[in-house]
Nanobody, 123 residues
Framework: QVQLVESGGGSVQAGGALRLSCVPS????????MGWFRQPPGKEREFVAA????????FYAASVKGRFTISRDNAKNTVYLQMNNLRPQDTAIYYC????????????????WGQGTQVTISS
């Protein structure tokens, strides 16, 4: 069973920054696309960003494009989400995901999930 462990969440004021990290419990032999999703309070889980196995292509939700950056260090088997210029509406539990089997933007198409890390942005 693959486990994904997120870290780096916390509470910051609007305009601040956080960097999330995600480490899978296994090193995927062929590499896997990785993604970040979030679930705001009382809302459904939504796509944030994804990155291909090589890291050459990235995808973002419109709400975070230009503020968030997804990256990966395959040598360290780690995926990152750098979040800048944070807003109160970015408050959510952030989840790391791996091994998409279809549409990157659909939570149901991802096979593996972390337990989430809380991000709280105050105004």
């Amino acid at each position: 069973q693959v486990q994904l462990v997120e870290s780096g969440g916390g509470s910051v004021q609007a305009g601040g920054a956080l960097r999330l990290s995600c480490v899978p419990s296994v090193r995927f032999s062929s590499g896997e696309p990785m993604g970040w999703f979030r679930q705001p309070p009382g809302k459904e889980r939504e796509f944030v960003a994804a990155i291909t196995s090589s890291g050459t292509s990235t995808f973002y939700a419109a709400s975070v494009k230009g503020r968030f950056t997804i990256s990966r260090d395959n040598a360290k088997n780690t995926v990152y989400l750098q979040m800048n210029n944070l807003r109160p509406q970015d408050t959510a539990i952030y989840y790391c995901a791996a091994d998409p089997e279809g549409d990157y933007y659909k939570p149901a198409d991802w096979a593996y999930w972390g337990q989430g890390t809380q991000v709280t942005i105050s105004s």
